[in-house]
């Protein structure tokens, strides 16, 4: 990196890519989070891992949505995906794009989200789909595994390529680091985590994973946490430091460092030992504040985005 | 493919009329901006967007560098910008659904009928040059009169310029005509006098180059590192994404893992607490899968 000197004009991006950004980060952190309690843990982890799989979902349909909104031409998004210019009819896939790499990303993740959630529907046995059924007949053992893996490899990749989209161009901050691409992918399994433990209310048998996804969270916010100081000490080389933290941008830096303490405190861990004859009270307390460090952090992974976004732009 | 055609703008000689403004809007049909009051000397168009392809801008004396004097005084700078047309265009490689283009005279062109919006060239030119436009949902930028072109027609600028400040032709021609006007300049003393552009330092050549008063920077143009492709970011960008998968995976699976250990509370005498448990370690919800 060098000291940078920019004559850019901002493209503008606002509350819609704020938004994608914010829920393709959420959908690919809660997949692989769901993939890792699934893969790596115990059994009583699967409650948890199930529950993953069914937010991931609904995270990632909303994604393509906010993106169209965002295009001058919402019904032309399939544009990006088939070329119908001089150099078509063909298909559209540039790998030294990110915008072009992360449209492909997204549907491929989109095959193993939907994949995953039927075979989760089915196998909670809530909802009688016939085509839920039959995902989770194909579904089983080593296949299930293979599918996690390689759907984590794509959840990963739409966590992060975001960030990679805003470093693959020329506008101040965003092309004086490497580092965005990382953070957006830590913040986002750490949104998730907080997500999860926000949704388990609603799926007490996840309560057995609580402790799990708490200290994966702290590795997670920590990851953040060393990410967004790598991005400080780059940006200052490249001379955009001040732009990026410069007034009112610092306060939603703020939000984002911030809204790190919890998980890295271990506010989430239900250490507390209650007895089951007189602390309900105390068990409730925890659960309150469960939810509002949960809904801090995501807070936060929304202002991390919206600090790195606008700051850039002006 | 036809010979490469380009503009020279030479602007020793640009006198800040805006004659190119004007002519370029009504050949393009472009209705311009409102008109705002930017308070910047001479400037009310501000930046070259969807509906400015052309604009003048005005450099005053705090702005520069070098001292460009003329009789007893320091002469403005004055320059017609436009989009370059560069060799290696920015906006060009990042273009998702390959609007972009170029074309058979080796200018780079905007395919209206398949841009959609997504504005990922705006992010990427260095000059400032695209502009998304609200009536058309699409980005735009100057063509190089592309159809004027495939008429055998000149620019519609560079035959407004009345100074020849903007001269169209053949690339090899206004490179010869920039080399001969850049010793003439030297020989008179305006040492500061410089191509840029001109050779291909900056994004492999432009098309449109300048011949330029002061140091690039005074004009808004970026040079030496300043001046890179987007692409260089993304072995940097993904290697950064790689590694903190990397550490997250290790850190979910040490988190995870750990806990295979029988718990803490297990491990207590059963006289201590007989009839406690954690609040997390009710009910385990798997089949085991």
Known sequence: ?314 | MAQAKGFFTDTSVCIGCKACEVACKEWNQLKGDEPHFLADSFDNTGKLDAENWRHVKFIEPSSLTAATTVGDGQAWLMMSDVCKHCQHASCLEVCPTNAIVRTEFDTVFIQQETCNGCRNCISACPYGVIGFSQTTGTVHKCTLCYDRLQNDMTPACAKACPTQSIQFGNLTDLQAAADKRLGQLHQVGYSNAQLYGRDNTVYGGLNAFFLLMDKPQVYGLPTGESAALPSRNNVGGYLGGVIAAALALIGGMIAIRRRREPPAVEARPPAAEPETQPVGSRAGGGDGR
């Open chain 1, 1 to 314: 990196m060098f000291l940078a000197v920019h004559f850019t004009q901002p493209p503008e991006w606002r509350w819609y890519i704020l938004g994608y950004f914010f829920f393709a980060g959420l959908a690919g952190g809660c997949y692989a989070l769901g993939a890792m309690l699934r893969l790596f843990g115990r059994p009583s982890d699967e409650s948890a891992a199930r529950l993953c799989f069914l937010l991931a979902f609904p995270l990632l349909l909303v994604c393509p949505v906010l993106l169209s909104i965002d295009l001058g031409q919402p019904a032309r998004f399939w544009h990006m995906m088939y070329d119908t210019g001089v150099g078509g009819p063909a298909l559209n896939f540039k790998s030294w794009t990110p915008m072009s790499l992360g449209v492909w990303g997204l549907l491929a993740f989109g095959v193993f989200a939907t994949i995953s959630f039927l075979e989760v529907v089915a196998l909670d046995g809530r909802y009688r789909y016939p085509l839920s059924g039959a995902v989770a007949k194909v579904v089983v053992g080593p296949v299930a595994r293979l599918v996690n893996v390689v759907g984590t490899v794509f959840a990963l990749f739409v966590a992060a390529y975001t960030g990679v989209l805003l470093s693959v161009s020329n506008q101040p901050v965003w092309s004086d680091s490497y580092a965005l691409g990382g953070l957006f992918l830590a913040s986002g399994l750490s949104g998730a985590a907080a997500l999860v433990t926000l949704f388990r209310r609603w799926r007490p048998t996840a309560e057995a994973s609580d402790a799990a996804v708490a200290e994966a969270d702290g590795y997670f916010a920590l990851l953040e946490l060393a990410i967004i100081a790598v991005l400080f000490v780059t940006l200052g080389f490249a001379g955009q430091l001040v732009r990026a933290i410069s007034a009112p941008w610092f306060v939603l830096w703020i939000v984002a460092i911030l809204s790190l303490l919890p998980p890295l405190a271990g506010r989430f861990r239900s250490g507390v030992v209650v007895s089951p004859a007189g602390t309900a009270a105390l068990a409730r307390m925890g659960v309150a504040a469960n939810v509002a460090t949960a809904t801090i952090v995501l807070v936060g992974v929304l202002a991390l985005r919206a600090a790195v976004i606008w700051s850039a732009q002006g």
